[in-house]
């Protein structure tokens, strides 16, 4: 049978659905024929994977998310004035590559008609890079598009923030968080510490460019007020409606806070000083070796305007610096440029360490060799903010990010450990680093069985209610299906863990409580459902369960219901939002092998649709479009996804992988 790409299975020179029934023969000769194939495409991903290796171990592809960080950027280096047209060039470029006939731009590619702010973001910075003008035909469909949509005033929070740093958005009277809760202690019943910390990390500098109402404007800088497509009255950073709602319903505990410490007349200027001040040392003491605020680009953003904002010259070295990390985090494309809002490297280079020796590479292999000694060096062993709410808890997890020092999280560690079993078994630093991190990753479930990403019970259910746009999803980090779901494959299969585990009992407890009533389950960190279900079924099978439970086959029978007809699945961003499951209508290489891997787990033998599905691996393995590329990372619902460009390589050679080895003697 021909290697590579193919639409039919071919038996002697003949497409299989033109021959009459297949005798047990026959079955046997395609079965081993598909296995061959399946060794093919393993031996070209390896290929594929190993050039690709940075000379320190890793891997390094792009996160790729929407173009609000190519705006960022592009907006800090003509607020202060740095000209690097050259990168100027290449962010717009890919910019202006990702519009849309409709003139708008999209979060992902199914999106309806297009993202309102995403649109005025691109629009934005494109008018302030210089190269563009209103009056072109691109920036006259793309204004068209805002102004349909509502303008300016219906923008999201970030894209407001934005414009009102620069001088085109007004300020609001006060940020419903007030700066004075970075004064009470974590052990208060309000604290700033119920926000978990990729939320702090971001507000920490926007309340404080907020409460000071900062503006820099940039030289040259276009004017937007041709955005509003309402009176200037209802200009602020909240629409109308969430607020008047967050009142109406006797929630606005924060604000109220605000509202009663600017009435007591014993109050000190002073105590909002403090507080500023407070702020000020919490950014500071969280930025990282780079040079960026936890190596988000986005709070970076942030953090270089509340700098500004504190009195930091723009030549301040800590600006400077940060303005350097923020440069080192651009991925260069062939035609264009792109500021991931973080980078990938350490969550890359683990998982591909671990499928590569999943796919049969040895550990003693000096691609694995390299790889496992960059790991072992990014394990974390000083304190972060993690121990708040885990004070027994003792450092060894790994973060997400190259230059992640302080902020380790569940998913990462798991993936690093995953990697650096086989090393361990015959190291004895590998050994000491192994069982550290399990330590740390059983200190983190939480109280309800289930486990976060990164602070160990950060759920406050007030700081969910409060009328900022995704304080629901992004402001707490609560045990979601697929971090519960990839521990415990990873407790089982790893760390030789069973149903009779403490932490396991827990974690399944709380696994199969929250199985939606179709049998799926949510994940947070992907999309959406066949994530989440693929993370929970792997990780029940890999504990003890029986393939016929009913919780497992209930999944299974979702799975199967939603499988395409060419033998894939795929799945829309729009679930991610919608909180149910919208078909894409197309197959995705990592959605298509999350859900043949975890048919795999509860499958003794190839089943018909296991078949088709490989089939879809190996009669994709080499297409580039849109469905390649399609976003399937979560990250803040209705505002961020990412195309992990590692995803098309890293989990179809897990898939195949696990088919090969379960089934090549059956």
């Known amino acids: 049978m021909a290697s590579g790409r193919r639409d039919a299975y071919w038996y002697h020179d003949k497409p299989i659905d033109a021959l009459p029934p297949l005798s047990s023969g026959a079955v046997f000769y395609r079965e081993v024929n598909e296995l061959h194939e399946v060794q093919q495409e393993i031996s070209r991903i390896q290929a594929f994977l190993l050039q690709r290796q940075q000379e320190d171990g890793t891997w390094r592809f792009c996160l790729e998310s929407s173009p609000m960080t190519d705006s960022h950027m592009i907006i800090l280096l003509r607020t202060l004035g740095i000209h690097d047209e050259r990168l100027m060039e290449k962010l717009t470029a890919h910019i202006t590559s990702l519009q849309h006939d409709n003139g708008a731009w999209k979060l992902y590619p199914d999106e309806l008609e297009g993202h309102l702010s995403t649109t005025i973001d691109s629009y934005y910075a494109l008018l302030l890079s210089g190269k563009y003008t209103k009056n072109e035909p691109r920036m006259a469909l793309a204004r068209s598009f805002i102004l349909e949509k509502g303008g300016l005033t219906q923008a999201n929070m970030l894209t407001k923030f ?100 600017q009435r007591l007349p014993f109050l000190p200027g002073q105590l909002h000083k403090l507080a500023l001040r407070r702020l000020e040392q919490y950014i500071l003491a969280r930025i990282e070796p780079d040079g960026t605020l936890y190596n988000y680009s986005t709070s970076t953003f942030f953090m270089i305007f509340a700098l500004l904002a504190r009195g930091f010259s723009p030549k301040d070295p800590l600006i400077q610096k940060a303005m350097q990390g923020l440069t080192n985090c651009v991925f260069d494309y062939e035609n264009g440029a792109h500021l991931q809002l973080a980078t990938s490297a350490v969550w890359d280079t683990a998982l591909l360490t671990s499928t590569l020796q999943k796919s049969g590479l040895s550990p003693t292999h000096p691609a694995i060799q390299k790889a496992n000694r960059y790991l072992l060096q990014k394990q974390q062993h000083t304190y972060g903010d993690w121990k708040i709410r885990n004070p027994k808890g003792k450092p060894g997890g790994w973060g997400f990010s190259d230059n992640n020092t302080m902020n380790p999280d569940v998913d990462d ?202 089939h879809y691996l190996l009669s994709r393995n080499q297409a580039n479009d849109w469905t390649t590329r399609y976003p399937t990372g979560g990250g803040r619902p209705g505002g961020t996804y990412f195309a992990y460009h590692s995803y098309r390589w890293i989990w179809p050679l897990l898939a195949l992988s696990h088919y090969q080895t379960k089934y090549a003697n059956t």
């Open 162 to 261: 934005a414009t009102a740093l620069t001088g085109q958005y007004q300020w609001p009277s006060h940020f419903l968080v007030p700066v004075e809760i970075a004064l009470l202690h974590p052990s208060f019943p309000v604290s700033f510490y119920d926000f978990v910390g990729y939320a702090r990390v971001h507000l920490a500098p926007m309340m404080i460019v907020a409460d000071r109402k900062y503006v820099k404007k940039p030289d040259n800088a276009p004017d937007l007020s041709d955005l509003y497509a309402d009176t200037p009255i209802s200009r602020g950073l909240y629409p109308h409606r969430f607020l008047e709602n967050f009142l109406k319903e006797g929630q606005s505990f924060l604000a109220t806070i605000h509202d009663s410490l």
């Open 413 to 614: 560690t798991t993936a690093a450990l995953r990697s650096l079993l086989l090393l361990a078994r015959r190291d004895i630093t590998a050994a000491t680093a192994w069982k550290r991190g399990l330590e740390w990753l059983l200190s983190m479930q939480n109280n309800d069985g289930g486990w976060p990403a990164f602070e160990r019970n950060t759920d406050a259910d007030f700081i969910r209610h409060l009328p900022i746009e995704g304080a629901d999803t992004v402001s707490t980090d609560p045990s979601s299906a697929d971090l519960t779901g990839r521990t415990l494959e990873f407790l089982g299969n790893y760390a030789g863990r069973t149903l009779t585990d403490p932490h396991v009992e827990k974690g399944v407890r709380w696994l199969l409580k929250h199985q939606e009533s179709d049998g799926s389950w949510y994940g947070r960190w992907g999309i959406a459902y066949l994530y989440g279900t693929w993370a929970a079924i792997t990780g029940l099978m890999a504990v003890g369960f029986s393939p016929t439970d009913p919780a497992i086959q209930k999944a299974v029978a979702w799975l199967v219901a939603n499988q395409n007809p060419d033998g894939g699945w795929g799945e829309s961003c729009q679930s991610d939002q919608k909180k149910t499951y919208v078909p894409l209508g197309a197959s995705t290489p990592s959605q298509s092998a999350w859900a043949i891997d975890a048919l795999i787990a509860v499958s003794s033998k190839p089943t018909a649709e296991l078949q088709r599905g490989i």
